[in-house]
């Protein structure tokens, strides 16, 4: 008899290796908890799944043109298609339209005004991101040695940031309001 007492997975190999089939066990359990636990995770992943979804269907250009329903093969159609959810011509001919009905300056002028509230929207979070992070600059070498360069006052630094980004808020505040000055260039 042998010392060694010979586990399952032992015999299975042993019985392989001689050519025969190995004796097989299925063990099989079940939680309602554990059932229940799942549910919900499927639920919530289905969820997720189909905010992603709309997400990406709204991203996704269409094959014909949902407006006059010709087929969107124009180079210029996918970037008219992210602006603007029609083809370019769809978009040339509606602007073409406004022009001629004398609406086309309206018009205009409201997309600029959107661009500039865009472009005040992000200079105003770079500048709290940069008052936020201000510090004397830091730089490591080529030994790895740190080299700390001082000569920057933070203070008088953080002071213009603060100024700049009171002043991207007033004039974020009279966009919003609809009494900015919209005739300027910037």
Not at 65 to 89: I, S, V, Y
Not at 137 to 144: D, I, K, L, S, Y
């Amino acid at each position: 008899m042998s010392l060694l007492k010979h586990t399952s997975e032992d015999k299975a190999l042993s019985k392989i290796l001689k050519g025969q089939d190995p004796d097989r066990k299925t063990q099989v359990g079940w939680s309602s908890a554990l059932e229940e636990k799942n549910v919900e995770q499927n639920t919530e992943e289905k969820e997720r799944k189909e905010r992603i979804a709309k997400i990406l269907q709204g991203a996704r250009m269409p094959l014909w043109c949902p407006a006059c329903e010709h087929p969107m093969k124009h180079r210029l159609d996918r970037k008219f298609w992210t602006l603007h959810q029609k083809c370019f011509d769809c978009v040339i001919k509606e602007q073409t339209k406004m022009r001629a009905e004398g609406t086309w300056d309206a018009y205009e002028q409201q997309r600029l005004n959107a661009n500039r509230l865009h472009y005040l929207m992000d200079l105003e979070q770079f500048l709290v991101e940069a008052w936020t992070s201000i510090k004397n600059p830091e730089f490591a070498t080529e030994v790895g040695t740190i080299e700390r360069w001082g000569g920057l006052d933070i203070a008088v630094v953080k002071e213009d940031i603060h100024k700049e980004l009171e002043e991207v808020r007033k004039i974020l505040r009279e966009i919003q309001d609809g009494t900015a000055n919209t005739d300027s260039q910037g």
